[in-house]
């Protein structure tokens, strides 16, 4: 009798056990269909991901860009520009200058234009000695008005302005200013191998440089500025010499219309006539426009001059000469001496230029 009870209670023990296991299996497997159903839930009641569309799915340079730049082409902007920006009272000592500002300086202010002239200047013993040693600079690509050897401070600088110096000047500015696009207008008389060595010293320089062949511009016209700006290529250079397009630097004549750049030496001559008798400022070609840069200013720079000149008569002259000259289209490069001074009537060149991105 007692082996029986023994035996049932041993039975009922082992039944107990196999019905805990049982339900710690149910409620185990129930506890991970929760699990998985609720995943599923979420999952479901997530939003799907947006649509790739701007600016949310670009970049936030490329997005900075836009808000920007917009859809603008660099044909459809214009920008400020100073005409013989190298000589200035602050990067050197002139007997003669055309604008008040450091390279550094015009940069700052708004200038995204800058003309500059490269000369060779050979060391000379000569100059170093009758100059009690303040000329003895070496040979190198110089920033002269004229030839670089005649008289110290009239046709050069001292301290004398190195083309390569001036350059990683504009190429610092641009690394600190990321939305910001520069031109420079070389008027060129070194060899295409001189040019090359001292641009090849221009930390930075070489990433930044714009190649329109590399972007396919006879074929498809000129790429918007925003894409200019987001692909890091921002520094144009053109040259009044052909033969250096492989060093990056465009020639002007292939590229651009351009018009007389003398207002005379009264600055009466307003008339906007191009600068190259075969290559007219209305110039059509298929699939392609060339920039139009604009010239305005005098013989001889002065500041009485340019007050005088570039208020209301570059605004008027815009407006009634350059652009029906140039088949309607405004001038991508406004080039002026002194560029902050103006006439008193509330236009400036910087506002000028402004307005003229404003418009539609």
């Known amino acids: 009798m007692i082996d029986m009870d023994m035996k049932r209670r041993g039975f009922r023990g082992r ?11 149910r409620t185990l497997v129930g506890l991970l269909l929760l699990a998985l159903l609720g995943t599923a839930t979420t999952a479901t009641a997530s939003p799907a991901p947006p649509a ?13 860009a836009a808000a920007r730049w917009g859809d603008r082409r660099l044909d459809e902007v214009s920008f400020l520009t100073t005409h013989n920006a190298f000589t200035n009272y ?28 490269t000369h060779w200047y050979e060391r000379s013993t000569w100059l170093c000695v009758i100059s009690f040693g303040s000329d003895c600079y070496p040979s190198d690509v110089y920033l002269c008005h004229g030839e670089c050897k005649t008289f110290a401070g009239a046709t050069y600088a001292l301290p004398r302005q190195s083309f390569h110096g001036t350059m990683q000047t504009v190429v610092d500015f641009l690394a600190a200013h990321p939305q910001e696009v520069v031109t420079v207008f070389l008027e060129d008389y070194v060899s295409a191998d001189q040019l090359g060595r001292s641009l090849g010293r221009v930390r930075g ?26 692909s890091n290529k921002r520094l144009l250079i053109f040259s009044d010499r052909s033969d250096r397009e492989n060093l990056g630097v465009m020639y002007d004549r292939s ?60 605004r008027n002259r815009i407006a009634e000469q350059c652009r029906p000259a140039a088949g309607g289209r405004n001038p991508n490069f406004v080039s002026v ?24």
């Not at 930044?208 to 894409?227: H, L, T, Y």
């Open 90 to 117: 602050e990067d050197s000592r002139w007997s003669s200058v055309n604008q008040s500002e450091s390279v550094r300086g015009q940069l700052e202010g708004g200038v995204r234009g800058l003309s500059l002239d």
């Open 52 to 64: 790739v569309t701007a600016p949310t799915s670009v970049a936030p340079a490329a997005r900075a």
């Open 205 to 230: 320089l070489s990433d930044m440089v714009f190649r329109p062949d590399e972007w396919g511009v006879r074929q498809n016209g000129w790429p918007k500025v925003a894409d200019l700006v987001t």
């Open 255 to 314: 590229w651009t219309v351009s018009n007389f750049w003398s207002l005379g030496d009264l600055g009466n001559d307003l008339s906007c006539v191009s600068r190259w008798s075969d290559v007219p400022l209305d110039r059509q070609e298929p699939g392609f426009r060339r920039l139009f840069t604009m010239s305005h200013h005098r013989n001889v720079p002065t500041v009485l001059t340019a007050a005088l000149d570039n208020g209301a008569k570059l």
């Open 337 to 360: 001496d002194f560029h902050r001074l103006s006439d008193g009537s509330g236009h400036t060149p910087a506002s000028v230029v402004a307005e003229l991105n404003s418009g539609p």
């Open 15 to 25: 039944l107990a056990g196999v019905l805990r296991r049982g339900r710690a299996r």
